[in-house]
């Protein structure tokens, strides 16, 4: 079981990533915390096109964030191998 | 409920602390989407009171009810999902509690996300004032699987918490009891608070050591030190400016190194959280597919999400055609029309003045503010329920990638789409776009909307000079409006505004059934608030245009209006426009429709288009009526606006400005297209 570190922004629909780092200033983490976003939480990818702002899933909440929001989120999406 | 079933308990209850207390202050607080605004509904019908916060562009909702011969005063707080000063509402919510100290402060949660509503829980009660918590949407849970039992929280919590289903008007008659068992037990309260990450514990310490002393009367230490790791900015520069040059230098320094102690702090309250719901919610969530996941896939997708919204903005548009309009219409003739000539005959013999004054002034003004409310109430509805059932967020996620572009939030462009209807509502409806910047923008821009008035000034106009190409040309200037928006919007978002990128993170709510009451009610609210305010206005600038147009002598072509046209000439005249042509402009201030009418009388040929068509295209060459069309366009849009948008921004400066704004743009634009024209020669 590896971890590797990527933007929330890339995983696909249906996909699961832990949060290790939110790559923004005061402000924007702060919101993010608000909204359920925390170190070690884990979050489902809903809807993700490849461009455009993207649905995520976090702690019951279906969540709408730009593009450029999601690359500064970054996880740890489990793999096996 | 009503207030009588409160009273009816009131003989039940009988509690051995009661004190005498004539009125007492419950400030409700909750995340947006969790019924708030239901349950305040619920609690005080139509004892409410909309206003703004002072100085603010926010709504304020007050209201009362009565219980055990106590008079409640409910507060309306600005929904928020957090206390740290990200937004203006966030401020505001938290000063009031801190400031002015209310008795009670009432949580609504929605049980069915039980985890991220209580975040906002954890925030409060680290400030004073007692929390009751409303457990609602327990109906909603129920239907995910889920199962809470609120004793086992509300003794994990050490505070009471009330299950509810606002919506079915369950459980807020025991609200009612907890908040007034609790506003008697003072010095009882000792809820669970949640505490920060061990690894941050120093620090705080720290914190609270460098800043004792130093906090003004009414913040409590505790809840500064933590807001100043925070991060938080209102509560730094506070401190700042309190602490001595060396005790600033040595907690910046600290500041600086924990600079995200943020994401302790919330993983701090989220572990309190669990703790708080492992044994409160027997059974979780079961995963299965809900209703709102099978409506987003649709709702959302970037193709289908556009095909659903225009669907319904064409729903929106038919309705106000075949009921608005029509409506409008009967208003005008049998109340407005008909009032006239009531007036007229049954002052006959009075003196003229006066007949005008009474049948042209002001029946004229009343008559304008009474024909807008068919239109405002269809707007005001579909913009409501679309609200209560959830889809205006998908509709923001849907346009947010263009709306972007302008700096503006996705949520403004439902607004604004509106604005091709009437520019009131879409002023108006900027009330549901979060963030005052964001709100800000949209009302400065909203009048750059082409409204239906507007569009029928250029439908009776653009034949006479451009004949067959007339449509091209409407369609054209429907274009420029819109560029000029576009422009307009980036630029006072670079310039005016601070061109702050706007994050776009938003909750999606969960679809659910509209609630009929809530929804009259926000109709109601903003249809008082559109009479009340803009109302009186719109009579007064009505009464004085009509008064410049027969003063002094009776006629418009000798008034002090057409004095005013003539002052203007020179700046109609880079356009090639002669006087008439700007009177028509400056009464179009009342009602876009009078350009029509007062180039007729001016003109002297009626109402009559044909007649009109003749004089007109006798004095305007093509280039000059173009940049007519596209000044009237752009131009100052109705008074009824321009009172809203007052209403709305509570600030005349805002007003000033916007009014100041759209006269600039509307002439720079009319004179660069007729020079334009010169130029290269056309139309001459």
Redesign the interface.
């Known amino acids: 079981m590896n971890e590797e570190r990527i933007p929330l922004s890339v995983l696909a629909p249906g996909e699961v990533g832990v949060v290790r780092q ?1 790559a923004g200033g ?11 976003f ?4 884990e979050v489902t990818m ?2 993700n ?1 490849g461009r ?2 993207l ?1 995520v899933l ?9 593009r ?2 999601a690359a500064k989120v970054l996880v740890g999406r489990t793999t096996n191998g | 409920m009503d207030n009588d079933q409160i009273q009816d308990s009131k003989s039940k209850i009988q509690s051995p602390k009661s004190k005498i207390r004539n009125q007492i202050t419950v400030a409700l607080a909750g995340q947006p989407n969790v019924g708030k605004s239901t349950v305040f509904n619920l609690l005080t019908g139509l004892s409410q009171h909309v206003g703004n916060w002072p100085g603010k562009t926010i709504e304020q909702k007050t209201g009362t009810y009565n219980y055990n011969g106590t008079k409640v005063r409910i507060v309306d707080l600005p929904g928020t999902y957090s206390l740290t000063a990200n937004s203006l509402e966030e401020r505001i919510a938290r000063d009031y509690i801190i400031k002015e100290r209310p008795d009670v402060v009432v949580a609504i949660v929605d049980a069915a996300a039980l985890e991220r509503n209580l975040y906002l829980v954890a925030e409060l009660l680290s400030l004073p004032a007692p929390v009751v918590l409303g457990l609602n949407m327990m109906d909603v849970a129920e239907q995910q699987g889920m199962h809470i039992e609120p004793h086992v929280l509300e003794a994990a919590l050490g505070l009471p918490v009330v299950p509810m289903v606002a919506t079915k008007n369950q459980g807020v008659r025991e609200l009612v009891e907890a908040v007034d068992r609790v506003s008697q037990c003072e010095g009882t309260y000792a809820p669970s608070r949640p505490e920060i990450r061990e690894d941050h514990r120093m620090v705080l310490a720290e914190l609270q050591r460098l800043i004792a002393g130093a906090v003004p009367a009414p913040y409590p230490e505790d809840w500064v030190a933590l807001k100043l790791l925070e991060g938080d900015e209102e509560i730094t520069s506070m401190i700042k400016e309190r602490l001595d040059e060396a005790c600033w230098q040595e907690m910046h320094a600290i500041l600086m190194q924990h600079e995200d102690a943020i994401l302790a702090v919330a993983g701090g309250r989220y572990e309190w959280i669990g703790r708080m719901i492992r044994a409160a919610v027997a059974r979780p969530r079961v995963g299965q597919i809900t209703l709102t996941e099978r409506l987003d896939r649709w709702a959302t997708h970037p193709f289908w999400g556009l095909l659903i919204l225009l669907g319904m903005l064409g729903l929106i548009f038919w309705l106000t055609y075949t009921i608005g309009a029509p409506l409008q219409e009967l208003l005008d003739t049998y109340l407005v029309q008909a009032g006239a000539e009531w007036v007229r005959s049954a002052l006959n013999g009075a003196p003229a003045w006066l007949v005008g004054f009474l049948a042209d002034g002001v029946i004229g003004g009343a008559g304008m503010v009474i024909t807008f409310l068919p239109i405002l109430v269809i707007f005001f509805t579909a913009l409501g329920l679309l609200e209560d059932v959830g889809y205006m967020a998908r509709a923001a996620y849907v346009m947010d990638r263009f709306m972007h572009l302008m700096g503006l939030h996705g949520k403004s462009f439902l607004p604004l789409f509106l604005g091709f209807g009437c520019n009131v509502p879409a002023v108006m409806g900027a009330r549901v776009v979060e963030g005052e910047r964001a709100r800000l923008l949209t009302i400065l821009v909203a009048p750059l909307v082409p409204c239906t008035a507007r569009m029928a000034v250029v439908a009776v106009l653009a034949p006479v000079f451009f004949g067959p190409y007339a449509a091209l040309v409407a369609g054209g200037l429907v274009g420029l409006s819109l560029v000029m928006l576009a422009i307009i919007g980036i630029a006072l978002h670079e310039l005016v505004l601070g061109g702050e990128h706007v994050a776009f993170i938003m909750e999606l709510p969960l679809y659910h059934l509209p609630n009929a009451r809530t929804i009259c009610l926000s109709v109601w609210q903003r249809l008082v608030a559109f009479l009340k305010k803009a109302g009186s206005i719109i009579l007064v600038v009505s009464v004085v245009v009509w008064a410049l147009s027969v003063l002094p002598g009776g006629e418009i072509e000798s008034s002090y209006l057409a004095a005013i046209g003539r002052l203007l000439g020179p700046l109609g005249a880079l356009m090639g426009l002669g006087w008439q042509m700007m009177v028509a402009l400056l009464t179009s201030f009342v009602a876009k429709e009078n350009t029509i009418a007062t180039l007729g009388v001016l003109y002297s040929t009626g109402e009559e288009g044909a007649r009109l068509a003749e004089a007109l295209s006798g004095v305007l060459t093509p280039a000059a009526a173009l940049a007519f069309l596209a000044v009237q366009m752009l131009f100052i849009p109705c008074v009824a606006t321009v009172a809203t948008v007052r209403q709305e921004t509570a600030s005349w400066r805002w007003t000033a400005f916007s009014v100041a704004l759209l006269l600039v743009v509307s002439f720079a634009v009319g004179i660069a297209i007729y020079q334009g024209a010169m130029l290269v020669g056309w139309g001459v």
């Open positions: 939110l005061r402000g924007f983490m702060s919101r993010l915390a608000a909204l359920g925390t170190l070690g939480v809903v809807q096109f455009g702002p649905i976090v702690r019951d909440t279906r969540v709408a964030l730009g450029g929001e």
